[in-house]
């Protein structure tokens, strides 16, 4: 089969021809419809210094968001069948430990994450453990289902930061910023803020529901939000970047008593004036790790399957497996957003 793998430790993937894998116990073998590229494929493409310490698989195969149909079980799978439609929640939980037992599996102490520490989806099959193949409902379109792991980071966020009838900003208008526009919007957001440095990702970002664009560099985002909300502040921040400058100088833009969701990962440490910010602002901080499973998993599948959220402006370009560096160019660049691989050539 084809597979774009990560031979060794250093920069780039390769387009390779590699044994189809066998279903080991308890795994089912998927045909992927379709692979999305997420920031964290680009960081183990380019090997950054945290994809150098994630302790990736390494000969691999890269990629993890994806969906597709079953073509075959393992040996003590039960409760999946041959022709399902599944798509991959990423988190492998160890199934023992306090989280795992106390209804918090996606932030399992023993995390294994599928494409990282396992070989991946960019690849005409992959074997994926049962225990996270969501079978998805028929009437959602595959390609829609392969973004919902990054899609469930977004909701995640939107329902913990509590946005209905709230001004909410959403930092970074890349797939996962543009999936938390679109919930914020759906979960009744009064005004959304979309705060992103590159135009284009501001024009996909008014497709999906923002209210006010905010270019920071062009405009000052302290001042802009101050003027618009009467020198209030937002209620709700979605910190989507993980940019460290953008987190710290937001605190300068939301309302005392108000949330800041962490969804974005810096890269680095940062320092924030906790006197100023948190305490005397009252704020509440909340880190987002993952999907809650499997409770975003079914709201997604209520909001795709009803029609309420639709991921058509999100999913902005379509590449065959053979494409995969032009994939990784438009994903890193200002104007695409969800970048699809479609090993079966769609
Ligand atoms: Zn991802
Ligand atoms: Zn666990």
Known sequence: MLAVMKLQRGPGASLCTTERPEPGRREVLVRVAAAAICGTDSHIHEWNAWAQGAGLKVP????HECSGEIVALGAGVTDLAVGDHVSVETHIPCGRCYQCRTGDQHICADLRIFGLHTDGCFAEYAAVPAAVARRIPGEIP???AA???PAGVALHGVERGGVAGADVA??????IGLFAVLFARIFGAARIFALDVAPGRLALAENVGATILIRPGE????????DATHARGVDVILEVSGAGEALRSSFGYLRKGGRVVL?????????????????????TILGIHGRHMWRTWAM?????????????????????????????ALSRGGDAGKVLLLPGGG
């Not at 691999?60 to 990629?63: F, H, L, N």
């Not at 959403?170 to 797939?175: E, K």
């Not at 000052?220 to 939000?225: F, G, L, R």
């Not at 890269?267 to 009252?282: M, N, P, Y």
Request: proline share 7%; net charge negative.
């Open 300 to 328: 997604l599948e209520g909001l795709v399957a009803s029609g309420r959220a639709d991921f058509g402006p999100v999913l902005t370009h379509r590449l065959p497996l053979s494409e995969f560096e032009r994939g990784f």
């Open 147 to 149: 973004a919902f792991e």
């Open 142 to 144: 595959l390609e829609t």
């Open 60 to 63: 691999g195969v890269i990629g």
């Open 263 to 283: 969804l974005g990962l810096p890269g680095a440490e940062v320092s924030l004036d906790v006197t100023r910010d948190i305490v005397f602002k009252e704020a």
């Open 170 to 175: 959403v930092v970074g208008c890349g797939p």
């Open 219 to 226: 405009v000052d985002p302290v001042k802009a939000i101050s």
